[in-house]
């Protein structure tokens, strides 16, 4: 009966192109932004009034982030996607889940809180790289469909120098006062040098990007490709200027909801003559196709398992004040007495095993020709 429904009332969509491109007029807007602020406020807006990180505001802690990691999982509950990635999935998930566990509970078991201290950091350094070469991959993936282009040698170097400033930028704004109170004999900090180094980093990317964009075949593509290149420029004027939050928040929005576009499409179009999706045939009361239900569901379900881990880690003794993305902590924050070690937190550890498991399966997923290209199509 669902079956019959879903053929009568949904049509399937294709994914519009230019909307895509829109999403990167966040760029001119933080601009204009800083301007403002500068000429205006004397950067009391950077200085005073906005956190570091985006998730301290409430707004983004609902929709950011974690919700559009829990879309892509929704979208894998899929009668036909299961058995056909199963094994590979199951390997890979006990593989992160070990590795994660390890480093969070093994190691500092058995290594001096020293040693200890420096495999988190390398631990770190290496998720916020993978976060990033996961975020450009999506971004450039699309930049190359749009041009008409397969991927080769050239957006390789493209990709991978653009994450390496990336990364980069990423520990320029989470680790800043960690990089800036190491000093050298010159004088010069190491948040300086990170800086500088973003800098070549982000040049090098353009001329590689600049050169693929020579052999676009479509206008619009090579306007797209143009707008990542620029991105990562305005990212590294942001962390020059110490603009924080507008490092993180550019380049999450466009990843975020360029996600959210095509998870919802995907979503759509598949269950759109059967509904496969074991979620949304159980949501079939529900009277919104998956196009609208898809970001409603992926939010509910993300800050449903965010708020269950951090009153978890309340319980178990720990105290997540900060580093949350759980709406709750803006409202109720109780202190524990004697806090056990934040890297044993619960959500921390969902964030890291499930972010790790993201990119993995993003990044076979979505290849030309997979399951789940046959669901979208772009305009």
Same mark, same amino acid.
């Given at each position: 009966m669902n079956d019959v429904v879903s053929a009568v009332t949904v049509k399937p969509v294709s994914i519009s192109n230019r909307l895509l491109l829109s999403l990167y007029a966040i760029m001119p %807007?933080? %601009?204009?932004?800083?301007?403002l602020d500068a000429l205006a406020f004397n950067?009391?807006?950077r200085d005073i009034w906005l956190p570091d990180n985006?998730? =301290? *505001?409430?707004?983004? =802690?609902i929709i950011f982030n974690f919700p559009h990691i829990v879309s892509s999982m929704v979208t894998l509950l899929d009668d036909e996607y299961l058995p056909h990635y199963r094994q590979r999935f199951t390997k890979a998930l006990v593989i992160i889940t070990v590795a994660v566990l390890s480093v969070n509970y093994l190691l500092p078991q058995v *290594?001096?809180?020293? *040693?200890?201290?420096i495999v988190f950091i390398l631990f770190f350094i290496f998720f916020a790289a993978y976060t990033m070469y996961h975020v450009l991959s999506q971004q450039f993936g699309l930049g190359m469909m749009m041009m008409g282009l397969r991927p080769?040698?050239?957006f390789e170097f493209w990709r991978y120098?653009?994450?390496f400033a990336a990364t980069l930028l990423y520990l320029m704004a989470f680790t800043k006062h960690n990089l800036q109170a190491v000093i050298f004999d010159s004088g010069l900090s190491l948040y300086d040098f990170t800086q500088w180094l973003a800098l070549a980093a982000?040049? $090098?990317a353009a001329l590689f990007g600049t050169n693929l964009m020579r052999r676009g075949q479509q206008r619009l593509g090579i306007v797209y490709v143009a707008a990542n290149i620029l991105m990562l420029f305005i990212v590294w004027c942001m962390a020059a200027l110490e603009y924080s939050f507008l490092v993180i928040l550019i380049p999450r929005f466009i990843h975020d909801i360029t996600a959210f576009i095509i998870y919802s499409v995907h979503d759509h179009n598949r269950n759109a003559t059967q509904t496969h999706n074991y979620i949304y045939r159980a949501l079939s009361f529900i009277p919104l196709t998956p196009l609208l239900l898809c970001p409603i569901l992926a939010i509910v379900l993300?800050?449903?398992?965010? $708020?269950?881990?951090?009153f978890l880690d309340f319980g178990l003794g720990f105290n997540p004040a900060n580093n949350t993305d759980c709406f709750a902590s803006h409202f109720y924050r109780p202190e524990v007495e004697q806090p056990l070690p934040d890297q044993m937190r619960v959500g921390l550890q969902i964030l890291f095993i499930s972010g790790l498991f993201h990119y993995y399966i993003e990044g076979f997923v979505w290849k030309r020709e997979s399951l789940h290209r046959h669901s979208v199509s772009f305009s």
């Amino acid at each position: 009966m669902n079956d019959v429904v879903s053929a009568v009332t949904v049509k399937p969509v294709s994914i519009s192109n230019r909307l895509l491109l829109s999403l990167y007029a966040i760029m001119p %807007l933080c %601009l204009c932004f800083v301007v403002l602020d500068a000429l205006a406020f004397n950067y009391q807006f950077r200085d005073i009034w906005l956190p570091d990180n985006p998730g =301290a *505001l409430i707004w983004w =802690a609902i929709i950011f982030n974690f919700p559009h990691i829990v879309s892509s999982m929704v979208t894998l509950l899929d009668d036909e996607y299961l058995p056909h990635y199963r094994q590979r999935f199951t390997k890979a998930l006990v593989i992160i889940t070990v590795a994660v566990l390890s480093v969070n509970y093994l190691l500092p078991q058995v *290594l001096s809180p020293g *040693l200890y201290g420096i495999v988190f950091i390398l631990f770190f350094i290496f998720f916020a790289a993978y976060t990033m070469y996961h975020v450009l991959s999506q971004q450039f993936g699309l930049g190359m469909m749009m041009m008409g282009l397969r991927p080769d040698r050239g957006f390789e170097f493209w990709r991978y120098s653009s994450t390496f400033a990336a990364t980069l930028l990423y520990l320029m704004a989470f680790t800043k006062h960690n990089l800036q109170a190491v000093i050298f004999d010159s004088g010069l900090s190491l948040y300086d040098f990170t800086q500088w180094l973003a800098l070549a980093a982000v040049v $090098c990317a353009a001329l590689f990007g600049t050169n693929l964009m020579r052999r676009g075949q479509q206008r619009l593509g090579i306007v797209y490709v143009a707008a990542n290149i620029l991105m990562l420029f305005i990212v590294w004027c942001m962390a020059a200027l110490e603009y924080s939050f507008l490092v993180i928040l550019i380049p999450r929005f466009i990843h975020d909801i360029t996600a959210f576009i095509i998870y919802s499409v995907h979503d759509h179009n598949r269950n759109a003559t059967q509904t496969h999706n074991y979620i949304y045939r159980a949501l079939s009361f529900i009277p919104l196709t998956p196009l609208l239900l898809c970001p409603i569901l992926a939010i509910v379900l993300a800050n449903s398992i965010e $708020c269950g881990a951090y009153f978890l880690d309340f319980g178990l003794g720990f105290n997540p004040a900060n580093n949350t993305d759980c709406f709750a902590s803006h409202f109720y924050r109780p202190e524990v007495e004697q806090p056990l070690p934040d890297q044993m937190r619960v959500g921390l550890q969902i964030l890291f095993i499930s972010g790790l498991f993201h990119y993995y399966i993003e990044g076979f997923v979505w290849k030309r020709e997979s399951l789940h290209r046959h669901s979208v199509s772009f305009s």
